[in-house]
């Protein structure tokens, strides 16, 4: 089965602009999450999606932040405007209904620079 | 959940030798501890978990014990490979059924 995908891999932008990152988990997976790893710090928690559901947004930082998933497949995050901070790695990753935080599969991240 | 403490944030071995990971946490209510391997440009994957009604867990070389009195659980890698060489990051469930609270990692370098 194909992985959890997400892009752009990289992306580099000037501080005070707006980028998307996109997640489409695995096929049929209802549990959608997002963490970030800033540099040299454990991956935090943002916030989980069941389907198109927001069930915990906890984590988000601040409301430069919104996370969408429409239609229950894919999701995006948009920081705007970013700000230096934002900078580092912004995994997601998906798991089925019923196994929760015992089956995630991770995508291999965007890597954020904010300049 | 809350906090949990990763050790050493480097390590680095020789072929052939032992590798300990130790990590603490502070939510008595966690209740399963996986830990994640993630090599350079890949994603993080499941190496190993354990849940909180069983002290240790092995596969092959490798191997998680667990203490919930002390509330600490450490990962032994023995007879250490360079294809092993990545981050490891461990974390806990919190109790929670769904998030979980990750370590700052450790960077284990196998040395040839």
């Known amino acids: 089965e194909a992985g959890v995908t997400q892009f752009p891999s990289h992306s580099v932008i000037e501080k005070g602009q707006t980028v998307t990152l996109r997640c489409d988990p695995i096929s049929g997976h209802d549990n959608l999450y997002w963490y970030r790893r800033v540099m040299g710090k454990e991956i935090k928690f943002l916030l989980h999606f069941v389907k198109e559901s927001k069930q915990d947004e906890s984590g988000m930082p601040n409301n430069r932040f919104l996370a969408e998933r429409t239609g229950g497949t894919y999701s995006t995050l948009k920081v705007q405007p970013a700000e230096l901070e934002d900078s580092g790695v912004y995994f997601c990753a998906s798991s089925p209904r019923d196994r929760g935080n015992y089956g995630y599969t991770f995508g291999s991240g965007t890597r954020l620079t904010v300049v | 959940g809350e906090n949990v403490e990763q050790h050493p944030s480097t390590l680095s071995v020789q072929e052939g030798d032992s590798a300990v990971i130790k990590c603490t946490y502070s939510d008595s209510a966690s209740n399963y501890f996986p830990w994640y391997k993630q090599e350079l440009g890949k994603r993080p994957q499941l190496i190993i978990d354990?849940?909180?009604?069983?002290g240790e867990k092995k596969d092959q070389r490798i191997a998680v014990t667990l203490n919930k009195t002390a509330k600490h659980f450490s990962l032994h890698i023995t007879e250490t490979q360079p294809e092993d060489s990545a981050v490891y990051f461990c974390?806990?469930?919190?109790?929670?059924?769904?998030?979980?609270?990750f370590g700052k990692g450790t960077l284990l370098t196998v040395n040839p």
């Open positions: 354990i849940r909180s009604n069983v």
């Open positions: 974390a806990d469930s919190g109790g929670s059924n769904y998030k979980l609270t």
